[in-house]
């Protein structure tokens, strides 16, 4: 069966620092990878996707990047992190090229930037 | 972009009905529902394909109405469990796998 492992749980983090959360799937391949982030309350908000190993879709021109040095391995990353980057960040992965299904989520890393 | 989603929260009674929308201003290939617990990750509830299509999962169940580019999630005799935050979610367009939600809803059950 797959599953998707994302860490870690909680991060506390100051302005200024970098950041790199890391999600990994099993028992899939080429599997569609995904970052979301939900502000307190709100939606999530798509930030990164990908369909395979280098080809990375930006929806939020912020400080942030992804990258997906192996096929089903995700990083979300931040050379120097803002205040307003606080919030839970969710991966999720989807079945890949050809296949229409949901997306299964990690249990998400909850960010504070202090 | 983003789907539409009414009510914004909705607070019920064990036992009663709820109807949650969803509206795109954009053409709907499928819709998918999910339901968040707080502090958790969204849970897949079920997939709507074809327009007019309606599932069911438990006492919950969907319908999709690809015309009028909307989905609504039907709640009947709602439980205690069922609190939480649904979002529906779409692919923007088929075979792009950009996969956005809806803005969410929030729902308490109450004893």
């Known amino acids: 069966s797959q599953t998707i492992h994302q860490w870690p749980a909680t991060l506390v983090q100051p302005v200024g620092s970098p950041l790199s959360l890391e999600c990994t799937v099993e028992?899939?391949?080429?599997?569609?990878l995904y970052w979301y982030r939900q502000a307190a309350g709100r939606g999530l908000q798509l930030l990164f996707y990908s369909v395979g190993i280098g080809q990375i879709s930006s929806e939020v021109p912020q400080n942030l990047s992804a990258s997906r040095p192996q096929d089903r391995q995700f990083i979300l990353s931040s050379k120097k992190l803002l205040l307003s980057d606080s919030g839970f960040y969710l991966c999720?992965?989807?079945?890949?090229?050809?296949?229409?299904?949901?997306?299964?989520f990690g249990q998400g890393t909850r960010l504070t930037v202090v | 972009q983003q789907p539409v989603q009414s009510p914004q929260a909705v607070i019920l009674r064990e036992g009663e009905d709820a109807v949650i929308n969803c509206s795109s201003s954009k053409a709907l290939y499928s819709v998918h529902w999910y339901r968040q617990k707080h502090g958790e990750a969204p849970v897949f509830l079920m997939i709507l394909l074809k327009g007019g299509e309606q599932k069911g999962h438990e006492k919950i169940s969907a319908s999709f109405n690809e015309k009028k580019q909307q989905s609504s999630l039907y709640l009947t005799a709602s439980q205690l469990s069922y609190s939480g935050t649904y979002f529906c979610?779409?692919?923007?367009?088929?075979?792009?796998?950009?996969?956005?939600f809806g803005t969410g809803t929030r729902l308490k059950v109450l004893a």
């Open positions: 979610g779409t692919e923007i367009h088929p075979g792009t796998y950009k996969y956005i």
């Open positions: 999720a992965w989807s079945a890949p090229r050809g296949k229409n299904t949901e997306a299964f």
């Open positions: 028992g899939t391949s080429n599997p569609n």
